[in-house]
């Protein structure tokens, strides 16, 4: 049970990893860049919190 909650949280981990990446790439200014990693960065710590059960 546990080492399975610890692969799914390293994935997701990888996944926003990932994504903020491409949010990098993407022929954006700098302010929409920032407010689009702000939201990659929430959606993962939500995601993250509910691997961890806590919502």
Do not use: E
């Amino acid at each position: 049970m546990a080492s399975s909650v610890l692969i799914g949280i390293l994935i997701t981990f990888l996944v926003i990893i990932l994504v903020l990446y491409l949010i990098q790439r993407l022929p954006l200014d700098a302010r929409m860049r920032q407010i689009a990693q702000i939201i990659g960065i929430i959606i993962g710590i939500v995601s993250l919190l509910k691997y961890l059960a806590v919502f």
